[in-house]
């Protein structure tokens, strides 16, 4: 019986040696440089919920000088990072197969900044001053702040990501990330300037979207769910566990972070309700509605960004978030 026994549990230990699936390799390319902003996915990565979840994951940075939009579209990535949902509705105009599958963050984290005490401590205040404005956002929130807020552009000039113009003009205003510039800000300035995000008043767009193509949704469904998913519990445990791996492999991953701003910038997410606020508390982290796509776009159609005839339908799917995975994982108290 012994020996029956002992061959028994041999077999059965070969049979699961054989029918264990090897990990699928998936490639996830960012917008951007290795930071805080971009903390789920590698703690996901660093604490083994990718591979719990049977994916061998390369997350690829961004950068200056890179458009790993590109990459997917060519096929040459499986997952790309997205900014907002302009890029995403712009890609149906355009003809590219391609889904947003999640949304990391429920708020786009925006901002524009003041100097406090200078008469622009209202975001209805900045546009009476010069108001410093890159052109990619200028063509995009911008219209929509002219349009809901009666901003204009006589008094934009170029936001070249320097803060230093914005510093020396007191009386101006300035766009940027609230996990980033005003960090610079306070570092440089020596001052903490008022803060507007944007989502707060209206610009109701998700932020930092997870999309693939849609033949990828189409033929492996299980590995789309199974990336998604992983990637919440990655921003639960990065948000409210011990992120130390996971800063310690952006830090490698760009030398240019520090420590001090990846706390800010932590701090921040969590002021604010970037990552985990609204829908996401019930559905679970990377929650979207139809009801908020639908705000947005029509929003963008009233700004003129986008063609109101355009089935922006098409540019997401609901079908892998709102299951509220990971739910547990956020602190009761």
């Not at 994916?55 to 590109?70: H, S, T």
């Not at 020596?190 to 979207?209: Q, V």
């Not at 130390?244 to 952006?250: E, F, R, S």
């Not at 139809?290 to 089935?311: H, I, P, Q, T, W």
Request: a neutral charge.
């Amino acid at each position: 019986m012994k020996i029956h026994a002992t061959l028994t549990a041999a077999f059965l230990t070969l049979c699961g040696l054989n029918t264990a699936r090897a990990a699928d390799s998936v490639t996830f390319a960012t917008n951007w440089l290795a930071e805080a902003e971009h903390g789920g996915y590698y703690q996901a990565l660093v604490d083994g919920t990718y591979a719990k979840y049977g994916l061998d994951v390369k997350i690829i940075p961004g950068g200056p000088q890179a458009n790993n939009r590109l990459l997917l579209i060519s096929g040459k990535i499986d997952f790309y990072m997205g900014g907002n949902m302009i890029p995403s509705f712009t890609s149906i105009e355009q003809g590219v197969p391609t889904k947003v599958v999640a949304a990391s963050f429920q708020k786009d984290p925006q901002v524009f900044m003041s100097h406090p005490g200078q008469g622009r401590d209202k975001f209805e205040d900045l546009k009476k001053g010069t108001i410093f404005v890159a052109s990619e956002l200028l063509a995009s929130a911008y219209q929509w702040m002219k349009v809901e807020y009666g901003f204009n552009e006589a008094n934009v000039k170029p936001y070249t990501f320097n803060p230093a113009p914005f510093i020396a003009d007191k009386g101006s205003a300035q766009q940027g990330y609230v996990t980033s510039e005003p960090f610079a800000v306070e570092k440089q300035g020596g001052f903490k300037p008022n803060i507007f995000l944007l989502a707060d008043y209206g610009f109701d767009t998700y932020s930092t979207l997870i999309e693939t193509r849609n033949e990828i949704i189409e033929k492996k469904p299980d590995l789309v769910q199974r990336f998604v998913d992983a990637s919440a519990i990655g921003w639960y445990n990065y948000m409210y566990g011990d992120n130390k791996k996971a800063n310690d492999l952006i830090k490698k991953e760009n030398p240019e972070m520090d420590d001090a701003q990846i706390a800010f910038s932590i701090a921040k997410m969590k002021e604010y309700g970037i990552v985990d606020s609204g829908d996401s508390l019930t559905l679970g982290m990377g929650a979207m509605t139809d009801e908020r796509m639908k705000s947005f776009f029509d929003k963008m159609v009233k700004a003129g960004v986008v063609k109101a005839n355009l089935d922006y339908k098409k540019s997401y799917t609901l079908q892998f978030v709102n299951k509220k995975v990971g739910l547990d994982l956020r602190p009761k108290n």
